[in-house]
T-cell receptor, first 114, second 116 residues
């Protein structure tokens, strides 16, 4: 158990809908990262937050947004969902940002868009 | 060209074999390297972390980095059926001042099966 929690574990929804994925980092970790894992693209970095502020952006679609709250939990919002958004979404956390910090991954949320 | 190339396998070996998993990368900004293990339907689990060329050993696992060739390897000795999983190499980049960009760039993952 990495100490990172994610809810829900599974999500089935329809195209055009909006969903929110939630992540709680390990105790003491200030950085949260979101990754998407699909069969064809592998594990891709989406976005990083550090202590409530956006730190880095990767291949995140404009339909997707995230935020980190004062209690350090983070939410990833996916809107106008398309079939191609079906994937595993992972949250990872690390102690800090700006140095070589190892990232610990949560169990993921499996999203299926029908 | 992808920044990280990893042979997806699948790789099937008998119990007790030595397993060699490899990645090549093209981005010279990658300065620290990790290996993650991912069981089916689970999150990636950190196995090894290193930031310098050379070998790092942890039990049955040895990570090897050759920055001059942009080549990283993970060796598993005395492989066990419980080692059956997908192994992902990951790289992190730093700027000229040594500050990490934070994000990790992953290989596609190699599927390993160790059969009894």
């Amino acid at each position: 158990d990495s100490g990172v929690t994610q809810t829900p574990k599974h999500l089935i929804t329809a195209t055009g809908q909006r969903v929110t994925l939630r992540c709680s980092p390990r105790s003491g970790d200030l950085s949260v990262y979101w990754y998407q894992q699909s069969l064809d693209q592998g594990l891709q970095f989406l976005i990083q937050y550090y202590n409530g502020e956006e730190r880095a952006k990767g291949n995140i679609l404009e339909r997707f947004s995230a935020q980190q709250f004062p209690d350090l939990h983070s939410e990833l919002n996916l809107s106008s969902l398309e079939l191609g958004d079906s994937a595993l979404y992972f949250c990872a956390s690390s102690v800090a940002a700006g140095n070589e910090e190892t990232q610990y991954f949560g169990p993921g949320t499996r999203l299926l868009v029908l | 060209q992808k920044e990280v190339e990893q042979d997806p396998g699948p790789l099937s070996v008998p119990e007790g074999a030595i397993v060699s998993l490899n990645c090549t990368y093209s981005n010279s900004a990658f300065q620290y390297f990790m290996w993650y293990r991912q069981y089916s339907r689970k999150g990636p689990e950190l196995l090894m972390y290193t930031y310098s060329s050379g070998n790092k050993e942890d039990g049955r696992f040895t990570a090897q980095v050759d920055k001059s060739s942009k080549y990283i390897s993970l060796f598993i000795r005395d492989s066990q059926p419980s080692d059956s999983a997908t192994y992902l190499c990951a790289q992190g980049a730093t700027n000229a001042g040594g500050t990490s960009y934070g994000k990790l760039t992953f290989g596609q993952g190699t599927i390993l099966t160790v059969h009894p």
